[in-house]
């Protein structure tokens, strides 16, 4: 929220004024029954908002917006800010921003887009081996969050033929790690399952 009506149209007009200045931005102004939103936009990915500092109505804040992140895969990477003053000359603005602010906000966005692809990527390939896992074991069914999924096997319970019960699920992380449950009385699997787990082992 802007102090007042004039200090809203300052930033207003400075952000129109610096973007003649900075290499590959345009304003963008939209204005809302509450709200006003201010940014220097580049590309359609590069975002500098302009926010109010409330205890200095002659100074905007301005912060690099990172893409839309909604996995946490950009964790550890900022956008930076800084402040400037709305009354300095627009010219001499836009070169603060450039050196200050830019210069590290640009690389930091294309590596938040190079590490989101990637997770992309890994929740697709999880997605995959998880269909792969449960079309292999007839009956079982899959569920889960998005960085997280699991397959489970159907439940077999029987009092006549203890063999065959067998139950639990198998749930993998988007990074790959797998965890194994499984509850079964049957003897003749464990030790299938001893000679598998054997095999992979160095």
């Avoid at 300095?88 to 603060?96: L, S």
């Avoid at 997770?119 to 998880?130: A, F, S, T, V």
Wanted: aromatic share 8%.
């Amino acid at each position: 929220m802007w102090h007042n009506r004039e200090t809203l149209d300052q930033a207003v007009e400075l952000a129109e004024k610096v973007a003649e200045h900075l290499d590959g931005y345009e304003a963008f102004i939209r204005r809302d029954d509450y709200t006003t939103t201010i940014e220097l936009v580049k590309d359609g990915i590069f975002r500098l908002s302009f926010y109010q500092l409330y205890n200095d109505k002659g100074r905007a804040r301005i912060t690099g917006v990172l893409p839309h992140d909604p996995h946490g895969d950009v964790w550890g990477i900022e956008g930076g800010e800084i402040t400037v003053s709305m009354t300095r000359d627009p010219k001499a603005v836009a070169k603060d921003i450039a050196r200050r602010l830019v210069s590290e906000y640009e690389p930091n966005v294309e590596q938040a887009l190079i590490k989101i692809a990637n997770g992309d990527k890994r929740r697709n390939q999880l997605d995959e081996l998880i269909d792969d896992l449960t079309g292999r074991i007839p009956g079982a069914t899959k569920y889960g969050a998005a960085d997280r999924r699991a397959v489970r096997l159907p439940y077999q319970h029987s009092t006549d033929d203890r063999d065959k019960n067998l139950n639990g699920d198998i749930e993998i992380s988007s990074g790959g790690y797998a965890h194994v449950a499984i509850r079964t009385e049957n003897v003749a699997f464990l030790r299938d399952l001893a000679d598998l787990i054997a095999k992979y082992q160095d």
